[in-house]
T-cell receptor
Framework: GAGVSQTPSNKVTEKGKYVELRCDPISGHTALYWYRQSLGQGPEFLIYFQGTGAADDSGLPNDRFFAVRPEGSVSTLKIQRTERGDSAVYLC??????????????FGPGTRLTVL | AQKITQTQPGMFVQEKEAVTLDCTYDTSDPSYGLFWYKQPSSGEMIFLIYQGSYDQQNATEGRYSLNFQKARKSANLVISASQLGDSAMYFCAMRDSGAGSYQLTFGKGTKLSVIP
């Protein structure tokens, strides 16, 4: 079956521009996560969706970042007024509905964002 | 707050030898899960192994085993019979199983290089 897909794979933009990054999770997975991975670091949590709602957005660095998941499947991460410090790989992960104990997150290949 | 520490930025291992990648964690939650992911140069995060905080036995998955020492708060990954394809970044991660988000907190990673 298809895994998590992310588009585009690479995005180059200029400082101050608006970008959208898309994540298509594994079919049937209700939980969806966005992470950001800066060079030489591990992924850092941004936001978590359970179904259509953002259950936890505590990792979003500021109000320039926003994410939606209107139909409970595809999600879009939106970044306004991009800054050079936003350059990173943005990873999306999905998992089946959470249950006690083990709950693997399946990651997509990521979108590499470069802000010039 | 949760914290994952990986003290080895880089490791070398001879092909067919075993190698241990260190991971220590800090959490106040009695219920948690520990994960190891592999990230090849292609960038995708590949799940390797999981250990629950209440699991009595150390987890094993093929050539991967997790040396879980709860009192020491360590969860080291052991890779037996290393192969050239094992060369990659390895990340230790933790998930708080309490109420709320099920985000993963990652360490900074260890770069493993397998020498022929």
């Amino acid at each position: 079956g298809a895994g998590v897909s992310q588009t585009p794979s690479n995005k180059v933009t200029e400082k101050g521009k608006y970008v959208e990054l898309r994540c298509d999770p594994i079919s049937g997975h209700t939980a969806l996560y966005w992470y950001r991975q800066s060079l030489g670091q591990g992924p850092e949590f941004l936001i978590y969706f359970q179904g259509t709602g953002a259950a936890d957005d505590s990792g979003l660095p500021n109000d320039r970042f926003f994410a939606v998941r209107p139909e409970g499947s595809v999600s879009t991460l939106k970044i306004q007024r991009t800054e050079r410090g936003d350059s990173a790989v943005y990873l999306c992960a999905s998992s089946p509905q959470w249950a006690e104990g083990y709950n693997e997150q399946f990651f997509g290949p990521g979108t590499r964002l470069t802000v010039l | 707050a949760q914290k994952i520490t990986q003290t080895q930025p880089g490791m070398f291992v001879q092909e067919k030898e075993a190698v241990t990648l260190d991971c220590t964690y800090d959490t106040s939650d009695p219920s948690y899960g520990l994960f190891w992911y592999k990230q090849p140069s292609s960038g995708e995060m590949i799940f390797l192994i999981y250990q629950g905080s209440y699991d009595q036995q150390n987890a094993t998955e093929g050539r991967y085993s997790l040396n879980f020492q709860k009192a020491r708060k360590s969860a080291n990954l052991v890779i037996s019979a290393s192969q050239l394809g094992d060369s990659a970044m390895y990340f230790c991660a933790m998930r708080d199983s309490g109420a709320g988000s099920y985000q993963l907190t990652f360490g900074k990673g260890t770069k493993l290089s397998v020498i022929p």
